[in-house]
Nanobody, 124 residues
Framework: QVQLVESGGGLVQAGGSLRLSCAAS????????MGWFRQAPGKEREFVAV????????VYADSVKGRFSTSRDNTKNTVYLQMNSLKPEDTAVYYC?????????????????WGQGTQVTVSS
């Protein structure tokens, strides 16, 4: 099982940008698909993005497509979520998660390892 630690959250005005990072432990980072999820107060945790182990494939939720992008640096065991054109409705706790294997799942049930989350607040 891989250990995950997110960073980079904060308070930003609408239209601004933030980059989240997720550092992973372990020597087999490239064998994990990495997902990003978010949870707003009173709502279910929802899928944001996922990236394959090689970094060559990505999938995004419709709500963030064109504004968010995910990437990874396997030499640093780190995955990133670049968030641009932020909106107040993007306010949530953002989590990274790891899933062994190659399938780009959108389901949180398929991810076994989770970070502690980082708060993103977008003011209007």
């Amino acid at each position: 099982q891989v250990q995950l630690v997110e960073s980079g959250g904060g308070l930003v005005q609408a239209g601004g940008s933030l980059r989240l990072s997720c550092a992973a432990s372990g020597r087999t980072f490239s064998s994990y698909a990495m997902g990003w999820f978010r949870q707003a107060p009173g709502k279910e945790r929802e899928f944001v993005a996922v990236i394959s182990g090689s970094g060559g494939s990505t999938v995004y939720a419709d709500s963030v497509k064109g504004r968010f992008s995910t990437s990874r640096d396997n030499t640093k065991n780190t995955v990133y979520l670049q968030m641009n054109s932020l909106k107040p409705e993007d306010t949530a706790v953002y989590y990274c998660a790891a899933r062994a294997g190659w399938t780009l799942s959108r389901s949180k049930a398929d991810f076994r390892s989770w970070g502690q989350g980082t708060q993103v607040t977008v003011s209007s």
